[in-house]
């Protein structure tokens, strides 16, 4: 069975970071796939899909926000003031 993440091996991993960091707390966010669109440098506009996720370990566990699928997206439009 293979897993179709898009093009996702194709966006550096500063990118899913600085993605990540836009998504609300992880410990407190609702259950359910959420997107961002970013420009990741040479792979232009794209739109990344993170997961949460859970690691335990004895009786600590830790959460921490997945990307497990990118495609490419339009450039956001820019609201006229």
């Not at 898009?6 to 796939?33: F, K, M, N, Q």
């Not at 232009?44 to 993170?50: D, E, H």
């Not at 335990?56 to 490419?72: C, L």
Request: charged share 20%; net charge positive.
């Amino acid at each position: 069975m293979t897993q179709d993440n898009g093009i996702l091996r194709r966006v550096p991993g500063g990118y899913c970071a600085a993605a990540s960091a836009t998504l609300p707390p992880v410990e407190t966010a609702v259950d359910r796939p959420h997107d961002v669109v970013i420009e990741a440098g040479h792979v232009g506009w794209v739109r990344i899909y993170f997961r949460r996720m859970r690691v335990r370990h004895h009786k600590h566990s830790h959460w921490f926000w997945h990307p497990y699928r990118a495609e490419p997206a339009d450039a956001p439009t820019q609201q006229a003031s």
